[in-house]
């Protein structure tokens, strides 16, 4: 399923999921415009939170250029002179980047370094995760010994991705090159949460998307996002609980307390979730990157 996009560019419009627009930039290239949109429960919301689009491209910008050296990324410019003559709209400055076409696998790269949402269920059905057996007398959010590599289908939107073994990885993309996913998504996930912890900040679990660009593997979409990680502030964590998050906590907390049947349409949030919410978004940038989103491009447009 695809839904009109947030801003009409002059330029081919090739996709739009959840959050992000996609545009045919010719060349090789696409333009990615990350709107304001939120979902939960894999519903989009009728509302957006103001700057989230903002915090998720400069966040993935961060993340491409500080762990570069770890994994290439497809990016080529966030800054919109650098864009197509139709993309230099001010609308989409901050909340925009150029990238180049990805061949993209047909598996999502997770990496969890702490038992929590998923495989916390998992393990208390039957003690393992993705298959794989997990020690007896684990907590909800205990860290776990090594980070571990659960890979996932993609699912259609709307629908749930699946967990899958590592065997079942394999089948789907082979086992070298599964091989060489798991190392990488480790290798990125431990650079990406040493550099976090060291400012208070613990990245509990992630999610990598990759492609091959002229036959190299990249990271493309986003990196290590609130909206495709899990950001708990060090100083609340305690095994046997649920820590908050830099994310969407307060919007998921708020429709978990109604009737909602989490089907299409959404029930509306107040003002103060969605202010609450916008707050741990750009709270997460700023303790992670040291900058201020002020002085990310874009200040003040939100859709």
Not at 18 to 39: E, F, H, P, Q, W
Not at 118 to 144: R, V
Request: charged letters at 25%; a negative charge.
């Amino acid at each position: 399923m695809t839904r009109p996009p947030a801003y009409e560019l002059d330029l081919p419009h090739v996709y739009s999921g959840k959050v992000r627009d996609i545009y045919d930039a010719d060349n090789g290239n696409y333009l990615m415009v990350t709107s304001d949109r939120i979902s939960a429960f894999d519903v989009v919301m009728n509302q957006t939170v103001p700057n989230k689009g903002r915090v998720l491209m400069a966040m993935s910008s961060f993340w491409f250029q500080h762990l570069s050296q770890t994994m290439p990324s497809h990016l080529i410019s966030t800054n919109i002179d650098d864009f197509p003559p139709a993309a230099q709209v001010p609308e989409i400055e901050g909340r925009s980047m150029l990238v180049r076409k990805a061949e993209m696998l047909p598996i999502e790269c997770i990496v969890r370094g702490y038992i929590t949402g998923s495989a916390w269920k998992q393990y208390l059905l039957d003690g393992t995760m993705n298959g794989m057996p997990l020690p007896d007398g684990l907590q909800e959010s205990d860290q776990l010994p090594e980070p571990v590599f659960t890979p996932s289908t993609k699912a259609e939107d709307g629908l749930h991705d699946e967990n899958i073994s590592y065997e079942q990885a394999e089948e789907i993309i082979g086992s070298e090159l599964a091989e060489e996913v798991r190392q990488k998504s480790i290798e990125l996930y431990k650079a990406g949460a040493s550099h976090a912890l060291e400012r208070g900040i613990i990245i509990a679990d992630t999610k990598f998307e990759m492609g091959y660009v002229d036959g190299e593997l990249v990271i493309a979409d986003e990196m290590l996002t609130p909206d495709s990680s899990r950001f708990w502030p060090e100083a609340d964590w305690q095994p046997g609980t649920t820590p908050p998050s830099f994310d969407k906590q307060p919007v998921r907390d708020y429709l978990d307390g109604l009737s909602w049947d989490k089907a299409p349409p959404p029930p509306e949030l107040p003002p103060d979730v969605i202010s609450e919410s916008s707050k741990r978004y750009q709270e997460g940038y700023e303790r992670i990157t040291g900058q201020l989103l002020a002085e990310w491009p874009g200040a003040g447009d939100s859709l």
